[in-house]
């Protein structure tokens, strides 16, 4: 085949696979004029939203940070018999439909659920509340969170560790002084698509924790509920969200492009992922 | 030694504080061995400044020993702008800041280019002369470890061939491996005793040698280029015994001096010599050296 033809060829799919990515996206923003969209941004249904959302993405992103972050570090740091399978049963919530994610909680922690029981003594109701969200966001995040510290960790050259600890640094402090600080870059990053992915949970959401607007109703599903009542409303909160998903992704490019400032060596495990 | 790998059996001990004991279960971590570790790459931490790298131990004697090692204008800066030999000060530094009873440096010379070296490795034995601190160098480079040790242990596969000076490990090689590390040549051949308490070694690559040693079976003859000699004709007028004729293959200058391969042997003359014989590949030459410098180690069948 003609070099220009194969060239011209290649030009053409990137053209077609572009233009069916990004039509979408700019329709959001053309089919209605800034001036309504901001108008409805400021109605009780995207406020309410808007709340619901940051208050229970910030707590979800807290916990996978407080648990992941050891959790990947132990992880990627010791060898030990079932790794693997550990390593891919966090990994399950990425390509478990999020419906699916839903109903699982629900059996789990419902009120009819496996620990429904449990929590009722305790006085814990969790299904359709607050914490339900949090809960759901949690499950589909936070593999998206694991897998990049993991690698973060990976990428740091074990001799640093080696290094800390032949300077008296116990396990602990060289955790908190060599770990941390040269994984830091890739931490952030999956920190931010983590929290990107948060942002947009719908199917677990409305499985396990219902769309009670103030409540329970993220972003994503006021949309979906305002979507037939007032399209305008949903290309509002729509377009916001186009911005901050865009907003984090360029974050995660900058910071990822700043992170290779570390010496590293070949991993010391395959990569997970 | 530093506790960051664990052997399967041994002891490990300095003086009579045991770090590490196979068969009572000791094992010290490594954060409380006394030790100053020096790695291949120096290991600094990229994140933080040299002064943060060379306080890291604690102890409050970095700026001192910033001072002691003349570095002490580099102290805000990062580890990725520094030369070779400016990184192996600062982990020298680093490693000495926690006053360690042991310094272990890991092929301290081998991440710097050729033009350095020797530089730095003058400064390197000036350095551990000063310490006076008991100190473990592993390298593959013998003439690093004549330069900087005092004592020389060759290892092959986990055993320990020999211990002991350079001189010693030069003139009595235990270990045909020893004799090559050393930059002897070795001669495989077979050796049987003969008259007047000489042995005489067939050699494989043909020709006949005598040696001074005791010797029987398979062996190979150790000896080092600047005991052999090149003339243009044998004589039997002198007292070396052996004399080995050969073509000469090639001509290697090094300073001063010409290293010439003759056959399986490698001699090293002068270079004003090595003019005056015209010496070139090709040529006919005799080579030759003494049964006293003919040294026996056993080889394996």
Not at chain 1, 48 to 54: E, P
Not at chain 1, 151 to 166: H, I, L, P, Q, W
Not at chain 2, 86 to 110: C, F, K, T, Y
Not at chain 2, 216 to 226: C, I
Request: proline fraction near 6%; charged fraction near 20%.
């Amino acid at each position: 085949m003609r070099r220009f033809a194969f060239t011209a060829l290649l030009a053409l799919a990137l053209t077609v696979t572009a233009a069916f990515l990004l039509l979408p996206v700019l329709a959001i923003f053309l089919e209605v004029s800034p001036g309504r969209l901001l108008d409805q941004l400021g109605s009780e249904v995207a406020l309410d939203a808007a709340r619901v959302t940051l208050k229970t993405n910030a707590i979800a992103l807290g916990l996978i940070v407080l648990f992941g972050t050891p959790s990947a570090y132990l992880l990627a740091t010791r060898r030990f018999r079932g790794r693997a399978l550990v390593v891919t049963l966090l990994e399950l919530p990425l390509v478990l439909p999020p419906a699916v994610a839903g109903i699982g909680l629900l059996v789990a922690f419902g009120r009819q659920g496996l620990l429904g029981g449990t929590l009722d003594a305790a006085g814990v109701s969790v299904g359709f509340t607050q914490l339900a969200v949090v809960c759901a966001v949690t499950f589909v995040a936070s593999p998206f969170y694991v897998r990049t510290a993991i690698a973060a960790f990976e990428s740091v050259d074990e001799t640093m560790f080696d290094a800390a600890r032949t300077l008296g640094a116990g396990p602990a402090r060289t955790f908190v002084r060599v770990a941390l600080p040269l994984a830091g870059g890739g931490l952030s990053a999956g920190a931010a698509m983590a929290f990107a992915r948060g942002l947009g949970e719908f199917g677990a959401t409305i499985m396990f924790a219902g769309s009670l607007q103030g409540v329970t109703q993220t972003v994503s599903l006021a949309i979906y509920q305002e979507f037939d009542v007032n399209l305008d409303a949903a290309l509002a909160i729509s377009a916001l969200l186009v911005l901050v998903s865009g907003a984090i992704l360029l974050s995660v490019k900058v910071v990822s492009a700043r992170a290779p400032s570390v010496w590293t060596s070949p991993p010391r495990f395959a990569r997970s992922g | 030694m530093a506790g960051l790998a664990r052997p399967d059996a041994g002891r490990i001990r300095l003086g009579d504080d045991v770090w590490f004991d196979a068969s009572r279960g000791v094992n010290r971590p490594p954060e409380e061995r006394p030790v100053g570790y020096v790695f291949q790459d120096y290991a600094l931490f990229p994140h933080l400044r040299v002064r943060a790298n060379v306080a890291f131990g604690g102890n409050g004697r970095a700026d001192d020993l910033l001072e002691r090692f003349a570095i002490a204008h580099l102290a805000r800066a990062r580890p990725r702008d520094l030369s070779g030999g400016e990184r192996q000060r600062v982990g020298l530094a680093r490693a000495l800041a926690r006053d360690p009873d042991v310094l272990l440096l890991d092929e301290p010379l081998s991440a710097l280019d050729a033009h350095t070296r020797s530089s730095v490795r003058l400064e390197l034995r000036e350095v551990l002369r000063e310490l006076a601190l008991p100190a473990l160098l592993v390298t593959h480079d013998f003439e690093d470890a004549v330069v900087l040790a005092d004592r020389i242990g060759v290892l092959l596969d986990g055993r320990l061939l020999q211990l002991g000076s350079a001189a010693e490990l030069v003139d009595s090689p235990a270990d045909p491996f020893v004799a090559s590390l050393t930059g002897g040549n070795l001669l495989p051949g077979h050796a049987r005793p003969v008259a007047n308490g000489l042995t005489a070694v067939v050699l494989e690559a043909g020709g006949t040698v005598l040696s001074t040693e005791a010797g029987s079976g398979r062996v190979g003859v150790v000896v080092q280029p600047w005991e052999v000699t090149i003339a243009r004709t044998a004589t039997s007028d002198e007292s070396a015994l052996n004399h080995l004729p050969g073509v000469v293959a090639s001509l290697f200058p090094v300073g001063n001096r010409v290293r010439v391969r003759v056959g399986p042997l490698t001699a090293e003359v002068t270079a004003a010599s090595a003019d005056r014989l015209e010496l070139a590949p090709g040529e006919p030459v005799v080579a030759s050296f003494k049964a006293t410098a003919a040294r026996l180690v056993p080889l394996r069948d």
